[in-house]
């Protein structure tokens, strides 16, 4: 069974520090990896997609990792600002339909 | 468009109760798939579809039920609600239903639980 997770649990750091959020999976069949953003009391929205060949990719200040054979992803954030803090969630998608989701790492950035 | 949809926001039922949760997309998504969320743990899958008149089992399918008549909506059933089903229950849909698709996938806001 897919194990998926996120250290820490939570992380709290002053504006324009740079993040690094980790995902680990224990088991390394799988198609792609998911990093997703959740606001308190909302769903949640896709930030970035890497597929299992790929190994890593950007969008604006985002940056997400993916080593497949050591079974981890890494999420970095530069320039952290207040409109950043939130619960940061990584989903692994095996060889079927199910998504596995790790707890989530919950992000505050003080102004 | 809408996106994801999801009714009502709230639900408060006592236990033995039965109640629908309401999903509906407007994007002619093929997959839609309901997760419940608990405080200190990752989204679980309940159900999915990968098409309409095709449902299967996620990982914690026990005590709900779900249909998918048309492409639009996918319901999820509490046949009889218990304590343990009190959670935030979110439905999500994406383009492609392969297990090899790079589609992301759209959630809905979700619909906060309590069983009493």
């Known amino acids: 069974k897919q194990e998926v997770t996120q250290i820490p649990a939570a992380l709290s750091v002053p504006e324009g520090e740079n993040l690094v959020l980790n995902c680990s999976f224990t088991?390394?069949?799988?198609?792609?990896l998911q990093w997703f953003r959740q606001d308190p009391g909302k769903g949640l929205t896709s930030l970035l997609l890497?597929?299992?060949?790929?190994r890593e990719q950007t969008s604006g200040r985002l940056n997400a990792s993916l080593d497949k054979s050591s079974g981890r992803s890494t999420l970095y954030i530069a320039a952290s600002q207040p409109g950043d803090s939130a619960t940061y969630l990584c989903a692994v998608q095996p060889n079927d339909y199910k998504l596995s989701f790790g707890a989530g790492t919950t992000v505050t950035v003080r102004a | 468009n809408a996106g994801v949809t999801q009714t009502p926001k709230f639900q408060v039922l006592k236990t033995g109760q039965s109640m629908t949760l309401q999903c509906a997309q407007d994007m002619n998504h093929e997959y839609m798939s309901w997760y419940r969320q608990d405080p200190g743990m990752g989204l679980r899958l309940i159900h999915y579809s990968v098409g309409a008149g095709i449902t299967d089992q996620g990982e914690v399918p026990n005590g709900y039920n779900v249909s998918r008549s048309t492409t639009e909506d996918f319901p999820l059933r509490l046949l009889s609600a218990a304590p343990s089903q009190t959670s935030v229950y979110f439905c999500?849909?994406?383009?492609?239903?392969?297990?090899?698709?790079?589609?992301?996938?759209?959630f809905g806001p979700g619909t906060r639980l309590t069983v009493l």
């Open positions: 999500a849909s994406s383009y492609s239903p392969g297990p090899r698709s790079t589609d992301t996938q759209y």
């Open positions: 890497i597929q299992s060949s790929q």
């Open positions: 088991d390394s069949a799988i198609y792609n």
